[in-house]
């Protein structure tokens, strides 16, 4: 296996005009994605991975303006760092496009988003997991055909998935929903690891053996408790590093390690 370095990053939530209880006390708390981003950027720029992986939630509710500014700054501190996103359930499609991958406005759709690179070898693919607006996530039939299609791809070593959703019982209503298509790829060995966030936490794990990479929020932290969901101010992002003989480290990145929560939400019943 050819060695890779891959940062990982999600739930952004860029949306500086956001009017919610959790945003606002965000302010008053002078946490702002303007300085967190630019903040781990620096580091990136020190440890030099291969490729940075967005998984969903870039922004919030945004429209193209809010992704332009987060494209500007990878643009502006790692020029040279290829970078692949996914949507997340709070990602305006069309607005994505414009914004984040610069596509003319008159031919950006609301379609679900699916794309892949070839890095060291490696397969990236991004399928969209919220296309089906709900809080757990699914794959469509046309995202299983496009990742099917990509794994008859000969010329590559193993390919990674990006989804906004993660594949976990633990996230309870949050969580993707297991497809067979899905599950009888993950047993070929195909897929070297998965990455994804959504759950605002930190999670390592596997699905039939497949490495599971779950990143918190890069701006706002939760967690997921048996009877409420409890926000806090932790805020970080992780580096996964695969070598040569296929074994990986995870090592995670905390931008407030003295959290404190900020609002606690009961389940509905
Ligand atoms: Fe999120
Ligand atoms: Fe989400």
Redesign the pocket.
Known sequence: MNPITIAHLS?IHYAPTENSEVANMLREKNIYVENLLPQCLEHLKTVKPDIILIT??LTHESEADDFRYVRQVLTELMPDTPVLATI???DIRHAFRTGFLNIPESEATDEPYYDSVIINDYQFVSLDSSYIKRLEGIFTDEAMDYLEEKLENPNVKGTFILM?HPIMKRARHLAFTMNDRLEKILKTGKIKGIFNG?VHSNFASSVFGVPQFTSESLKTDFDVLSDRLSYNDRSGYQIVSFDENGDFLSERFILNPKPEILVERMYKK
């Open positions: 739930d969903g939630d997340g359930n709070h906004h959504h």
